[in-house]
C-alpha cells in the first residue's frame, strides 16, 4: 500500500470549515483513498472514501486532485465534537488482505 | 444495529502475567482484525480472521501473542507473558466481505497497563 503524509495537527474555528490535507503522491491507479477518525478513547471511525472522483456523504467530502497525488477531506461547519486525529489510508479494496495501515494521523482541534 | 463488543475496557498486570481480552464482532460479519495502539500512534494490525481461518498473522508476536476465533463469531487475543512494551490500547475491528465495501467497524478497545 503507498505511504501518506499528513501534518501532525491542525487548528480550526468551531463552525468553519476543516481541511485536512494528504498527500499520496506514489498511489497506483487502483489505489482508493480511504479516511477514518478516532476521538479520543474510542476506535477508529470510518468517514469516507474515493477513487479519482470527489465524493460527499453526511460527514465529510473528500477532493482528489487530478493526478491522484494529493487529496483533502473538508469537514464542512466543524463542531467540537469533530476534535480527533484523522487518519488518511491508500489501499486496494477487496485485496487478500483487508487490513488498514495506519499512519500516525492529523490531530484536529476545533476551537470554541 | 449493535456495534463491536469488547472487554474488559481496561486491565492492569505486572509484567511475566498472562492476558486476554475478548471481542464480539457484529454479526454477519466474516472478517475480523486485532490492532494494537501504542500511545501516540495509529493502530497496527496484529492479526484477521476470516470467518474462523487466520488471512494475516504476519505482525503477530506469536512468541507470546496467540489469537483464536473458534466458531467463526467471537474471538480473544491472550498474551503470555506479558511485557512491559506490551502497554497499549488492543482494538477490535470487523467488517463484511465486499470488493466494494473495505469498511471497518471498531470496539472502543481495551486498555492494558503492563507494570
Known amino acids: 500500500d503507498a505511504k501518506t503524509t499528513q501534518p501532525p495537527s491542525m487548528d480550526c474555528a468551531e463552525g468553519r470549515a476543516a481541511n485536512l490535507p494528504c498527500n499520496h503522491s506514489t498511489i497506483s491507479g487502483n489505489e482508493y483513498v480511504y479516511w477514518y477518525r478516532q476521538i479520543h478513547s474510542q476506535g477508529p471511525q470510518y468517514i469516507i472514501h474515493?477513487?479519482?472522483n470527489n465524493e460527499t456523504n453526511e460527514m465529510a467530502s473528500l477532493i482528489i486532485t487530478e493526478d491522484r497525488k494529493s487529496s483533502t477531506l473538508i469537514l464542512p461547519h466543524a463542531t467540537l465534537r469533530d476534535t480527533a486525529v484523522y487518519y488518511c489510508i491508500v489501499r486496494v479494496p477487496g485485496a487478500g488482505s483487508y487490513q488498514l495501515t495506519f499512519g500516525k494521523g492529523t490531530k484536529l482541534s476545533v476551537i470554541p | 444495529e449493535a456495534g463491536v463488543a469488547q472487554s474488559p475496557r481496561y486491565k492492569i498486570i505486572e509484567k511475566r502475567q498472562s492476558v486476554a481480552f475478548w471481542c464480539n464482532p457484529i454479526s454477519g460479519h466474516a472478517t475480523l482484525y486485532w490492532y494494537q495502539q501504542i500511545l501516540g500512534q495509529g493502530p497496527k494490525l496484529l492479526i484477521q480472521?476470516?470467518?474462523?481461518?487466520?488471512?494475516?498473522d504476519s505482525q503477530l508476536p506469536k512468541d507470546r501473542f496467540s489469537a483464536e476465533r473458534l466458531k467463526g463469531v467471537d474471538s480473544t487475543l491472550k498474551i503470555q507473558p506479558a511485557k512491559l512494551e506490551d502497554s497499549a490500547v488492543y482494538l477490535c475491528?470487523?467488517?463484511?466481505?465486499?470488493?466494494?465495501?473495505?469498511?471497518?467497524?471498531f470496539g472502543p478497545g481495551t486498555r492494558l497497563t503492563v507494570l
Open positions: 474515493g477513487l479519482k
Open positions: 480472521f476470516q470467518n474462523n481461518g487466520v488471512v494475516d
Open positions: 475491528a470487523s467488517s463484511l466481505v465486499s470488493r466494494d465495501s473495505n469498511e471497518q467497524f
